[in-house]
């Protein structure tokens, strides 16, 4: 019988099928392009291979292709009723997460790799910035990607995606120490691994080794295939290290030659998340020109996310829109209101609290920000993403407080994160504070 590269049976009696799902899945583990060409020809040497299918759907949903991705689990699931039971169970979670049930894949997701710990698709629709554990409203969601990956760790061994992952999930949890270590052995078994090096500049990030960092990426992205999904993102991480050393033209420089929303080859929810967390970023540290930029990227927010929905989009959405004054921005907070009071905004009121922080900032009522945003400061983490992207509404607490004369509530957040790693900006920052305090007294 066919095998996965972690010796699960597949139902296929083609070994070419076979190989190229293998392929398909280390390319799609590693964020590496091809993944898709890879099941497509799998999918063309047995058309009946239902994992081949749903592999692909998983593709097609990512890239906000959302009538092919549910076209493809539908016939996955007619697919898999002559699979093994294992496969029946791994395509019906694949497909709830494609469908937009998030609680029913989660669920399912965590009994299934109880009985099948080594189905690493399953087990990385849990994990990441952009995955169920960590869009799931929760406030603990860094230490449930730990947990899981430590409870099933035994049964990978130095697997090089597994140890990309265990990796992230303890620098994500507080440990970047033992993270970049687990990360590094993961980049040594498979350099071709974006995903790893995604994870090791979070690492990076979180130890305050800004310089090392964007000279680690500055060194491997060149050999990285740029079709690559995560490629843009990595330079996103690039303009990160410049805006800590001061560099906004550097930074700015790499907006410009890599984040072109209209014609991004890239997924939506990367593009325009990145892309409008660079502006608000760029304009927090001073950045000006900056308008018809961000009218690109409200353009983009409109054409893909044209109502509430995924709430990481949402909260970027309407930073978007507060930046270019757009009346579109009420709406929006009136349908996020409407999806909390049905039980489907996962964050709930919090995340509609920092969307009307932000707005308030964007207005210059830097007072209202800070009463606002202060007591929202420890939710920020139920919307998601990473550490390095939330720290965006950490930034415009600071920068609100430094512009509304309230240097001692943005020292005492400076402290916070001073004490996490250094940082050359909030220790410039923390000046600046200090010496408005000193003018005041």
Same mark, same amino acid.
């Given at each position: 019988?066919?095998?996965?590269?972690?010796?699960?049976?597949?139902?296929?009696?083609?070994?070419?099928? +076979?190989?190229?799902?293998?392929?398909?899945?280390?390319?799609?583990?590693?964020?590496?392009?091809?993944? +898709?060409?890879a099941?497509?020809?799998?999918?063309?040497?047995?058309? @009946?291979?239902?994992?081949? $299918?749903?592999?692909?759907?998983?593709?097609?949903?990512?890239?906000m292709?959302?009538?092919?991705?549910?076209?493809?689990?539908?016939?996955?699931r007619a697919?898999?009723?002559?699979?093994?039971?294992?496969?029946?169970?791994?395509v019906?979670?694949?497909?709830?997460?494609?469908?937009?049930?998030p609680?029913?894949a989660?669920?399912?997701a965590?009994?299934?790799?109880?009985?099948?710990?080594?189905?690493?698709?399953?087990?990385s629709?849990?994990?990441?910035?952009?995955g169920?554990? @960590?869009?799931?409203?929760?406030?603990d969601?860094?230490?449930?990607?730990?947990?899981?990956?430590?409870?099933?760790?035994? $049964?990978?061994?130095?697997?090089?995606?597994? !140890?990309?992952?265990?990796?992230?999930?303890?620098?994500?949890?507080?440990?970047?120490?033992?993270?970049?270590? !687990?990360?590094?052995?993961?980049?040594?078994l498979?350099?071709?691994?974006?995903?790893?090096?995604?994870?090791?500049?979070?690492?990076?990030?979180?130890?305050?080794?800004?310089?090392?960092?964007?000279?680690?990426?500055?060194?491997?992205?060149?050999?990285?295939?740029?079709?690559?999904?995560?490629? @843009?993102?990595?330079?996103?991480?690039?303009? !990160?290290?410049?805006?800590? +050393?001061?560099?906004?033209?550097?930074?700015f420089?790499?907006?410009?030659?890599?984040?072109?929303?209209?014609?991004?080859?890239?997924?939506?929810?990367?593009?325009?998340? /990145? @892309?409008?967390?660079?502006?608000?970023?760029?304009?927090?540290?001073g950045?000006?020109?900056?308008?018809?930029?961000?009218?690109?990227?409200?353009?983009?927010? /409109?054409?893909?996310?044209?109502?509430?929905?995924?709430?990481?989009?949402?909260?970027?959405?309407?930073l978007a829109?507060?930046?270019?004054?757009?009346?579109?921005l009420?709406?929006?907070?009136?349908?996020m209101?409407?999806?909390?009071?049905?039980?489907?905004?996962?964050?709930?009121?919090?995340?509609i609290?920092?969307?009307?922080?932000?707005?308030?900032?964007?207005?210059?009522?830097?007072?209202?920000?800070?009463?606002?945003?202060?007591?929202?400061?420890?939710?920020?983490?139920?919307?998601?993403?990473? $550490?390095a992207?939330?720290?965006l509404?950490?930034?415009?607490?600071?920068?609100?407080?430094?512009?509304?004369?309230?240097?001692?509530?943005?020292?005492?957040?400076?402290?916070?994160?001073? $004490?996490?790693?250094?940082?050359?900006?909030?220790?410039g920052?923390?000046?600046?504070?200090?010496?408005?305090?000193?003018?005041?007294s």
């Amino acid at each position: 019988m066919n095998r996965d590269r972690y010796d699960l049976p597949l139902t296929t009696v083609s070994e070419s099928a +076979a190989a190229f799902y293998r392929d398909g899945v280390d390319r799609m583990l590693s964020a590496w392009h091809g993944a +898709a060409e890879a099941f497509d020809r799998a999918i063309a040497e047995d058309p @009946a291979f239902a994992l081949a $299918h749903i592999a692909r759907a998983r593709l097609h949903q990512m890239n906000m292709e959302a009538t092919e991705a549910r076209a493809k689990a539908s016939q996955a699931r007619a697919l898999a009723t002559a699979a093994s039971r294992r496969e029946r169970q791994h395509v019906e979670i694949m497909a709830a997460t494609i469908e937009g049930k998030p609680g029913m894949a989660l669920t399912g997701a965590e009994q299934h790799l109880d009985e099948f710990p080594r189905d690493a698709l399953i087990l990385s629709l849990l994990l990441g910035a952009f995955g169920l554990y @960590a869009f799931s409203g929760r406030a603990d969601h860094d230490a449930a990607k730990l947990a899981i990956c430590e409870r099933h760790a035994g $049964h990978y061994g130095e697997d090089w995606w597994f !140890l990309s992952y265990l990796g992230w999930s303890h620098t994500e949890a507080g440990h970047a120490g033992t993270g970049r270590t !687990l990360t590094e052995r993961a980049m040594a078994l498979r350099p071709e691994n974006a995903n790893a090096a995604h994870a090791l500049s979070h690492a990076l990030f979180e130890q305050g080794d800004a310089a090392e960092g964007r000279q680690f990426l500055s060194t491997w992205l060149p050999a990285h295939e740029g079709a690559s999904f995560l490629h @843009a993102h990595l330079w996103w991480h690039v303009a !990160l290290t410049a805006l800590e +050393a001061g560099d906004l033209d550097g930074a700015f420089g790499i907006y410009q030659r890599h984040f072109t929303p209209p014609d991004s080859r890239y997924p939506p929810l990367n593009v325009f998340t /990145d @892309a409008t967390s660079l502006l608000w970023r760029l304009s927090l540290a001073g950045k000006t020109g900056l308008e018809p930029y961000w009218r690109e990227v409200a353009a983009y927010g /409109d054409l893909f996310f044209p109502r509430a929905g995924p709430h990481f989009a949402d909260v970027h959405y309407v930073l978007a829109a507060a930046a270019t004054g757009s009346e579109v921005l009420e709406t929006r907070l009136v349908e996020m209101e409407a999806r909390a009071a049905d039980g489907r905004l996962a964050p709930g009121p919090s995340a509609i609290g920092l969307c009307r922080g932000m707005r308030a900032f964007a207005e210059g009522d830097h007072n209202n920000a800070i009463r606002i945003l202060e007591p929202l400061m420890s939710e920020v983490v139920r919307i998601g993403g990473s $550490h390095a992207q939330r720290e965006l509404w950490e930034d415009t607490f600071i920068v609100a407080c430094l512009r509304g004369g309230r240097g001692d509530k943005a020292l005492g957040m400076i402290s916070d994160r001073l $004490h996490r790693r250094p940082s050359m900006r909030d220790e410039g920052w923390s000046r600046e504070a200090r010496r408005g305090l000193e003018m005041r007294s």
